[in-house]
């Protein structure tokens, strides 16, 4: 792209942090008052939103998680039009996203969107490659793959005179879904996440087996495992840890649509082969007369939404199995505070569908994060020595800025509703 045709050409790039700043929700960062990177919500009851409601000329979405693109069909009211460009797995899971809000939350005061927000969401939809330069609010713009889920992005935006680097969610390690990241762009300016910025993950090896173990016991011993999975990544991965250990396996929820959905995009995938032989072993639930109840009495694993039990088939499964001590509830993912998957851990019971219910069954949890861990998140910032970092989305991201400051970064913190000229 031709530099002359930048328009955002100064010294100084002003960030704004809407959301996702010392915080593992609702991400949202607004370049200029002009470009919007990510617009997220936090699931919950009621559902949360980033501080403001902007009115961007171009939105570049990271990746399909609800934290970061749940609120995009927000911004398309009125007559307001702004283009949304991300990777094509990245469209697709954020209108399957949006639909499933309006199925939990549409025609009340906690959706602030409808059907006809998220069909404009086609209309304005620019798809792009990895390593593709476009052109959005002036800024020269590109993705770089994050090894988070399928379609992940960093996102580099190029003014002409500052390069910010905007990792968004990331992984520097392989997992069976998707590789980890390489891509190490020169930037000027990172925001860098950091929800595992105080936590060193066990070799992914070392807890697949753990978790295959802990399955293939509960089995042997006559239980049921329910393995709460988020719909989008987690579940895939989960399908392809129970087939390469050949364990039969059930999947409910809004995770078997995405699965079937991820097999159209195999250069976004680390082994299409693998997923389709995955996705052929699982049995799919159509949760039809009672089916869900009588797959609970069966000694098998079920991998179900939600991932944190607020809401999903997970609520017909764990009332089924809670009072036998035998069975297990298996957490994967990070439990956000409040949620009940949290409660679960640490009280041994959880609020399902509006009861807070007491649980025999016994709860685990295995870290199968998506994300960098300590160690991952300083050996990609190594690649940025000499840049300036602003840490966020994690819940002690001033710790993490204050290390890094130790260690002769320029480092710091943001907080929601900051403004950062950089």
Same mark, same amino acid.
């Given at each position: 792209m031709d530099e002359n045709r930048l328009t955002h050409y100064r010294d100084v790039m002003k960030l704004q942090f809407l959301g996702g700043a010392r915080e593992v929700n609702k991400s949202a960062i607004l370049v200029d008052d002009s470009?919007?990177?990510?617009?997220?919500?936090?699931?919950?009851?009621?559902?949360?939103?980033?501080v403001d409601s902007p009115d961007p000329d171009a939105v570049v979405v990271s990746h399909g998680h609800l934290d970061h693109v749940g609120a995009v069909p927000t911004l398309l009211s009125g007559?307001?039009?702004?283009?949304?460009?991300? *990777?094509?797995?990245?469209?697709?899971? /954020?209108?399957t996203l949006s639909r499933d809000t309006l199925k939990l939350h549409g025609g009340t005061y906690d959706c602030p969107f409808t059907e006809t927000h998220v069909q404009r969401m086609t209309q304005v939809s620019n798809p792009h490659e990895y390593g593709e330069t476009f052109e959005a609010a002036g800024y020269e713009v590109t993705l770089f793959n994050a090894g988070h889920i399928p379609g992940s992005a960093h996102v580099l935006v190029d003014d002409g005179d500052t390069r910010l680097l905007y990792t968004a969610d990331f992984h520097t390690d392989d997992q069976r879904l998707v590789s980890g990241t390489t891509d190490r762009p020169d930037a000027d300016v990172v925001v860098c996440e950091s929800t595992y910025a105080d936590v060193d993950h066990e070799p992914r090896e070392v807890v697949e087996n753990r978790f295959v173990e802990s399955l293939q016991t509960t089995?042997?011993?006559?239980? *049921?495992?329910?393995?709460?999975?988020? /719909?989008?990544?987690?579940?895939?991965?989960?399908?392809?840890?129970c087939d390469a250990h050949d364990l039969e396996c059930y999947v409910d929820g809004m995770g078997k649509g995405v699965t079937t959905m991820l097999r159209n995009y195999p250069a976004f995938v680390r082994d299409a082969d693998a997923l389709r032989k995955a996705k052929s072993?699982?049995?799919?639930?159509?949760?039809?007369?009672?089916?869900r109840r009588r797959i609970a009495e069966q000694n098998t694993v079920i991998v179900t939404t939600s991932g944190m039990l607020s809401g999903g088939p997970a609520m017909t499964y764990i009332p089924e199995i809670r009072r036998d001590p035998t069975n297990k509830i298996t957490m994967t993912g990070y439990q956000v505070e409040g949620t009940p998957g949290r409660e679960l851990l640490e009280r041994g019971r959880a609020d399902i569908d509006g009861r807070i219910m007491p649980i025999a069954a016994q709860a685990e949890s295995y870290d199968?994060?998506?994300?960098?861990?300590?160690?991952?998140?300083?050996?990609?910032?190594?690649?940025?020595?000499?840049?300036?970092?602003?840490?966020?989305?994690?819940?002690?991201?001033?710790?993490?800025?204050?290390?890094?400051r130790h260690d002769d970064y320029d480092a710091s913190a943001p907080e929601v509703g900051d403004v950062v000229e950089v």
């Open positions: 470009l919007l990177l990510d617009y997220g919500m936090l699931t919950g009851n009621p559902p949360q939103y980033p007559d307001r039009r702004p283009p949304i460009h991300w *990777t094509p797995p990245t469209q697709e899971l /954020a209108l089995m042997w011993e006559g239980g *049921t495992v329910v393995v709460p999975a988020f /719909a989008i990544g987690r579940t895939q991965e989960m399908l392809l840890v072993h699982a049995r799919f639930v159509t949760g039809r007369n009672g089916q199968f994060s998506a994300h960098a861990d300590h160690d991952g998140l300083r050996e990609f910032l190594t690649a940025y020595e000499g840049s300036e970092i602003l840490v966020n989305h994690g819940d002690n991201c001033e710790h993490f800025a204050a290390e890094l």
